[in-house]
């Protein structure tokens, strides 16, 4: 079906197809342990679904937004070599905002949480083993 | 196909090999540390998109190299034609991968340090305050019969030295 269609549309459908795919599988991926995380910090369900919410739609629109404003190369119908870079810019576009939007999320949940919790780190000793003679 | 294409596919897939790498050195042994720091369930969140957030760096190195000239897309036939260019894009490739996912794993180890330090510094300091308080209750009433024993041990003592001073 999509192979009637001209090559500049195919290439846009592609850009749309894997600005909406990439932010969601990422969501899915993270979701269950997101959930429990949140609750740790914020330890209220209404909280804890607007933050699921905002997360969601942050990482969606940083995506779909860059997937969208893709301009098709001119010569990329005629030719090959033109469309793979013209495909490999916008991949990398969508990556690069897919990564700054999990960093500007998840930066100020750490500092939150990390504030809440000083002092109640549970992972062993903070101090060098010593030797026992 | 064409020969410059060639290369960049096989530059392509250093760069998927090096996020496989990257995946596999730190990504495997990052749940350790972050579950030290975090729950259970929160080292599992931080774990994933650390390993998400390490293979797109890496891959974003990778793809960030131009291939082509000033004059765009359409701008790749000083590429094509010089072999000795086409090699060093594809190592350009390859090193751009590890710078980016080099300085990934930097800023990741200072956040981390910093989120580690004030997270056991609260401890560290609560512990050093509890010090200075002195025993527990159940030590203070052991603790002061032991020196009622040794008050009246000694007071026998000197009832004892009194009777023999006026004996002598």
Not at chain 1, 52 to 63: P, S
Request: glycine share 10%.
């Amino acid at each position: 079906m999509l192979e009637n269609l001209p090559v500049n549309v195919q290439v846009y459908l592609f850009s749309v197809a894997l600005g909406v795919a990439a932010p969601l599988t990422v969501f899915w991926m993270l979701r269950a342990p997101l959930a429990v995380f949140l609750g740790s910090i914020f330890r209220d369900a209404g909280i804890e679904r607007f933050w699921m919410r905002v997360v969601l739609l942050v990482l969606f629109c940083g995506a779909f937004s860059v997937a969208i404003g893709f301009v098709p190369a001119r010569d990329a119908a005629q030719d090959m070599v033109v469309l793979v870079w013209n495909l490999a810019d916008q991949v990398q576009s969508i990556l690069e905002s897919l990564l700054w939007s999990m960093l500007g999320l998840f930066l100020p949940l750490l500092l939150s949480y990390t504030i809440l919790n000083v002092g109640r780190y549970r992972g062993g000793s903070i101090y060098p083993r010593r030797e026992s003679s | 196909m064409p020969l410059f294409m060639w290369y960049y596919c096989v530059g392509l897939g250093l760069v998927l090999l090096v996020g496989t790498v990257f995946y596999f050195v730190v990504g495997g042994h990052i749940a350790a540390p972050i579950q030290g720091i975090f729950s259970r369930h929160g080292g599992r969140m931080w774990g994933r998109s650390f390993r998400l957030m390490l293979v797109a760096n890496v891959v974003i190195g990778g793809l960030a190299v131009q291939w082509y000239g000033c004059g765009g897309y359409a701008d790749y036939e000083s590429i094509a034609q010089d072999e000795r260019r086409m090699f060093e894009k594809t190592t350009e490739q390859v090193s751009g991968a590890l710078r980016y996912g080099s300085r990934f794993l930097l800023v990741t180890a200072w956040i981390s340090a910093l989120c580690f330090a004030v997270l056991a510094h609260g401890r560290a300091s609560k512990g050093t305050a509890k010090e200075p308080a002195g025993p527990p209750k159940e030590n203070v009433a052991s603790h002061a019969a032991a020196t009622k024993t040794d008050q009246s041990t000694t007071c026998n003592r000197n009832r004892k030295s009194s009777t023999a001073g006026d004996h002598l």
